[in-house]
Structure formats: structure tokens, C-alpha cells
């Protein structure tokens, strides 16, 4: 079992450039989220996928930033217009059920660093 | 909002000295959240360490105890006799949503164990 795989692991872009981040969840969990750490807020969680499906997008900004899920074996976090406060390591990880118990296994993050 | 307060490090120890990381939360939309600590070692991802799920119990892993105290809302991590290889950085984190596993997290203590 490889682990939550995330890609790419770093990432340098331009200030108004779009960003892709991906995510390959462990094959079997049911549940998949987002998180973003930066030095400042520290660990935030972004957003939640169960089944595929959409469950939290609370931690989302309201602008620029969107997140799918086209099937159970990946996710992508993409960031329109990308800004230098969006600097900051994105991790990606999953869980078998996503519930308020299960535990979640992370993946080694993408570093987005915006000039 | 949630929050989880933890102690600021970085915390340096020498090798078979105790060990307490202290740890509070509040949690707004639960009485009782499931509390976690989770760890990353050095050139690893996050990982779960422990967990608890139930106030007034205790969980252990890796030699490590942390007990639910719902009266003083704290999960302090604690170790006995602590070896290099403990060195890391250790998160305090709450879920406290029944219907999703978003975790609120602490800033992350930095622990070093001095040979």
C-alpha cells in the first residue's frame, strides 16, 4: 500500500497563475480531505469528500479556490489566480469512512510557493 | 469555532527524561469531541498517534498516554522516559462534527530528545 499519494510535491507559480494540486487517496477509503498549513494559521482544514460526494466545504475560501472529486481514486484542488498569501503546504488525506473517529492518513503535501 | 491550544515549543529533553506535551480545547458544537494526537517524524508524513473518544479514558501508543479530562477540557500527551527517536513534531486535534472527521488541530509542538 503506497499511502495517500500527492502531486506534485512542489510547486512554484506565478501570482495569477492557476494551480493544480492532486491526490490519490488509499484505495478503499470512503473519505478524502483537505487541509492547508501555513506558518501563520497553521494547520486549517479546507474541505470533505464521502463517496465522492461534497460533504464540508467550510474551510474553503470563498474565491479562487474549488475542489473535486471525478472518481474514488483521485481529488484535485485547484487554486484560480493564485495570490502569495496562498503560499503554503496543502495536504491531502483519507480515511475508510470519514466519520469523527476514523483515523486519517495523510499524504507528504504539496508545497505552493507563489512568486 | 473549535480550537485546540497546545505547548508552544520548541521543547528540547534529554534522552530518558519525562515528557508532558499539555493540550486544551474548546469545542462549541459538542459536548464531548474525539480528541487525537498525531505525530510527524522527521522526513515522514502525519500520523496518528493516539486517540480518544471517550472522556476519562486513556489511549496509549508507542509508549506514549494521553487522558480525556472533560472537567479541566484537556488531552496533555505524556511519556515516561523518552528516546531520540521521538524527536518530531506532535499535534493536538479535535473532531467534534458527527457527520464529517474535520479535524481542528494546535500549532504543533517541536520536540527534540537530546542524546
Known amino acids: 500500500n503506497a499511502g495517500v499519494i500527492q502531486t506534485p510535491r512542489h510547486k512554484v507559480t506565478g501570482k495569477g497563475q492557476e494551480a493544480t494540486l492532486w491526490c490519490e487517496p488509499i484505495?478503499?477509503?470512503?473519505?478524502v480531505f483537505w487541509y492547508r498549513q501555513t506558518i501563520v494559521q497553521g494547520l486549517e482544514f479546507l474541505t470533505y469528500?464521502?463517496?465522492?460526494?461534497?460533504?464540508?466545504d467550510s474551510g474553503m475560501p470563498k474565491e479562487r479556490f474549488s475542489a473535486q472529486m471525478p472518481n474514488q481514486s483521485h481529488s484535485t484542488l485547484k487554486i484560480q489566480s493564485t495570490q502569495p498569501q496562498d503560499s503554503a503546504v496543502y495536504l491531502c488525506?483519507?480515511?475508510?469512512?470519514?466519520?469523527?473517529?476514523?483515523?486519517?492518513?495523510f499524504g507528504p503535501g504539496t508545497r505552493l510557493t507563489v512568486l | 469555532g473549535d480550537s485546540v491550544t497546545q505547548t508552544e515549543g520548541p521543547v528540547t529533553v534529554s534522552e530518558s527524561e519525562s515528557l508532558i506535551i499539555n493540550c486544551t480545547y474548546s469545542?462549541?458544537?459538542?459536548?464531548?469531541?474525539?480528541l487525537f494526537w498525531y505525530v510527524r517524524y522527521p522526513g515522514e508524513g502525519l500520523q496518528l498517534l493516539l486517540k480518544?473518544?471517550?472522556?476519562?479514558q486513556k489511549g496509549s501508543s508507542r509508549g506514549f498516554e494521553a487522558t480525556y479530562n472533560k472537567e479541566t477540557t484537556s488531552f496533555h500527551l505524556q511519556k515516561a522516559s523518552v528516546q531520540e527517536s521521538d524527536s518530531a513534531v506532535y499535534y493536538c486535534?479535535?473532531?467534534?462534527?458527527?457527520?464529517?472527521?474535520?479535524?481542528?488541530f494546535g500549532d504543533g509542538t517541536v520536540l527534540t530528545v537530546k542524546p
Open positions: 480518544v473518544i471517550t472522556a476519562g
Open positions: 488525506a483519507s480515511s475508510l469512512w470519514g466519520d469523527n473517529y476514523a483515523e486519517q492518513f
Open positions: 484505495s478503499g477509503h470512503s473519505a
Open positions: 469528500f464521502r463517496n465522492q460526494a461534497p460533504i464540508d
Open positions: 469545542a462549541t458544537s459538542i459536548a464531548y469531541p474525539n
Open positions: 486535534a479535535l473532531a467534534s462534527n458527527t457527520n464529517t472527521g474535520k479535524l481542528t
